[in-house]
């Protein structure tokens, strides 16, 4: 099945294999260097729309992904447009809110705010030229993590004349607007609603919370503390422990941020606040935070933190590593000993531990930050790492048994959204090649090169089934994305492959989906596209496969979904703060923290 389409008279062809995303207006085909967005109901406002932005010729800002032709079907009917492809290496405004994407890319605040002022210049260029943002959020800006370039997106959404940005995020809205119900009847967005916005998107990534998240006994919701004026500056909230202090900005852009989200004033913010910002910072020396230089001491290390969660009584929640870095990631081992991946600077070292504590510690190699790992066993308890470098085909398999790893293999895979394909489980490496989903492992006794052998036990669609592996069995599963929709299955230790019965809710597209395993489930976390909102929304199956049960999250909990859900288990009596990842071990559960590993022992 694919799409002919038509791009000044010239024919195409668009497969499923071209996909790059499907989002709630349509779905994004790669064309060469160029990309297509294909709309799911083309409509006559969006062609009219359409014909009048590429009518107008603006000289826009260079980092705005703009529309450059329109798209037909065979019938001359307007379906969709052209426009540059983002770069693969490029990351969603949205990482920027995690602590976590922060250590594991190495970034600083002084890296970070030279990109606020070219989204600064963007957005003021863009007013100067009467075309306003509207749906301003943080999943339509992206930027090279070691850069200051940014790429704006769905500018074909933007507000501009008579033509209205028919969409909005509610975390981004501004609070004068609340009471619209369909934005796409008239214009109401204006530039001083996009300076609201950007001042949201700031405070998200520099301080990693929502102007008003945190806790307020009175106004619960984010949208009733909007509404009251009751932001994460005021004295009456319970600031959230994992969020960086506010005084990590400067007085004078405090004090605009107090004015906008307390008071509910309204205007551009001024761009020396952030070059005078960019200008006055210092670093901790002992915690490598970046704060103005007129503070007296360091906001995180220099006053007293606000109190984290505190375990249950009896729990025993213990340190079982710390490091000066960041870990990467953490594999338990069939014998419950643990494999940990660790940065330290351009240094990635591989540690082994057990629930005592380390073991023995060996450096792999150096490179830039973005690595994935995978780790599997033999019978006969010999270990191996597969390496797979950012944004690359090729799986490294290493032999870590002996105390200098040593080169197995160098295998290829598919990609998937710029991706490498591949997932382990505590047997086997799973790949994809040649259309096939290949379970492997290294002949047992064997560590010379070709020892690594292979069986196809699935099939796979071009660059559209991703895998993920159970840590539990050697059962993988995974989707198959077929333009808009979304096939998932799981392939058991059995060999057997069973479909999983996702139920998408009416009128909805899934724009992003993993799987996750906990000892009994196999759980999918999908984030949808629903009249203008982003839920996760998770269901889950047991292992043949059979629908248990599903729940909605809000548009903010994609990465609670992810990384908390085994916390559902009711043998784990402690809480989990925002970034930590959790691990069942035999004994209890590991909680991954960036710089250190806990442990918590299973109820006697």
């Not at 010239?10 to 207006?25: F, P």
């Not at 204006?190 to 609201?196: G, I, M, N, R």
């Not at 070709?450 to 699935?458: A, H």
């Amino acid at each position: 099945m694919a799409h002919t389409i038509y791009i000044q008279n010239q024919r195409y062809q668009l497969d499923a294999a071209d996909l790059i995303q499907s989002g709630g207006e349509g779905m994004v085909f790669g064309l060469g260097h160029t990309a297509v967005k294909l709309y799911h109901q083309p409509t006559a406002a969006q062609a009219d729309k359409l014909r009048h932005w590429l009518a107008q010729r603006w000289p826009l800002p260079p980092d705005v992904l703009a529309p450059c032709a329109p798209v037909h079907d065979k019938k001359g009917q307007l379906i969709g447009l052209q426009m540059p492809r983002l770069p693969a290496a490029a990351q969603p405004l949205k990482q920027l809110g995690q602590p976590t994407f922060w250590q594991q890319q190495a970034l600083s605040t002084r890296q970070i705010v030279p990109l606020f002022q070219r989204l600064h210049q963007t957005l003021n260029r863009l007013h100067q030229l009467q075309i306003v943002v509207g749906d301003l959020n943080e999943t339509n800006i992206f930027f090279i993590p070691q850069g200051s370039q940014s790429f704006w997106i769905d500018a074909d959404s933007y507000q501009f004349g008579p033509f209205a940005c028919p969409v909005a995020m509610p975390a981004f809205l501004d609070p004068t607007l609340y009471h619209v119900t369909n934005f796409g009847t008239r214009p109401y967005f204006t530039a001083l609603t996009d300076w609201y916005a950007f001042a949201v998107l700031l405070v998200k990534s520099l301080l990693q919370v929502h102007p008003y998240g945190g806790v307020h006994r009175q106004h619960k919701s984010l949208q009733a503390r909007a509404a009251a004026g009751v932001s994460i500056l005021d004295s009456s909230v319970i600031y959230p422990p994992h969020a960086r202090p506010p005084e990590t900005l400067s007085d004078d852009l405090l004090h605009y941020l107090h004015h906008t989200f307390d008071k509910g004033e309204r205007r551009p913010l001024p761009a020396q606040l952030l070059q005078q910002y960019a200008q006055n910072l210092r670093t901790c020396p002992h915690c490598g935070l970046d704060f103005p230089a007129n503070r007296r001491g360091c906001p995180a290390c220099s006053h007293p933190a606000p109190a984290p969660a505190v375990p249950a009584s009896g729990t025993r929640l213990r340190t079982l590593l710390q490091v000066d870095g960041f870990i990467e990631a953490v594999f338990v081992q069939p014998n419950g000993r643990l494999l940990v991946i660790t940065r330290h600077g351009d240094q990635v070292r591989l540690v082994r531990a057990g629930i005592g504590g380390k073991l023995s510690e060996v450096v792999l190699f150096n490179s830039v930050p973005g690595y994935r790992f995978g780790a599997f066993t033999q019978a006969d308890g010999h270990d191996f790492l597969v390496v797979n470098p950012p944004h690359q085909p090729q799986l490294l398999l290493l032999d870590i048994h002996a105390s200098q790893p040593q080169q197995v293999t160098l295998l290829e895979t598919a990609m998937f959204q710029n991706t490498a394909v591949f997932a382990t489980t505590p047997n086997y490496l799973y790949r994809i090649s040649g259309g096939w989903i290949m379970r492997g492992t290294v002949r047992q006794g064997a560590v010379k090169r070709g020892s690594y052998l292979e069986d196809p036990i699935g099939t796979a669609h071009q660059a559209q089934t991703q895998l993920f592996g159970s840590p539990f069995s050697n059962s993988v599963a995974g989707f198959h994305r077929v333009f808009a929709e979304h096939q998932f299955f799981v392939l058991g230790a059995d060999g057997l492959e069973r479909p999983l019965p996702f139920v998408r809710p009416p009128q909805s597209h899934i724009t992003q989906a993993t799987l996750t395993f906990t000892p009994q489930h196999i759980a999918i976390v999908a984030r949808l596209a629903n009249n203008g909102r982003s839920p996760t929304h998770v269901q889950t199956f047991n292992h043949q496969g059979q629908w248990q049960q599903s729940w909605e999250l809000g548009e903010d909990e994609w990465e609670t979904a992810v990384n908390h859900l085994p916390y559902g288990q009711p043998s784990l009596p402690h809480q989990p703060e925002a970034g930590d990842r959790l691990h069942f071990h035999p004994a209890g559960w590991l909680i991954q923290q960036p710089k250190q590993l806990m442990f918590l022992p299973a109820r006697p």
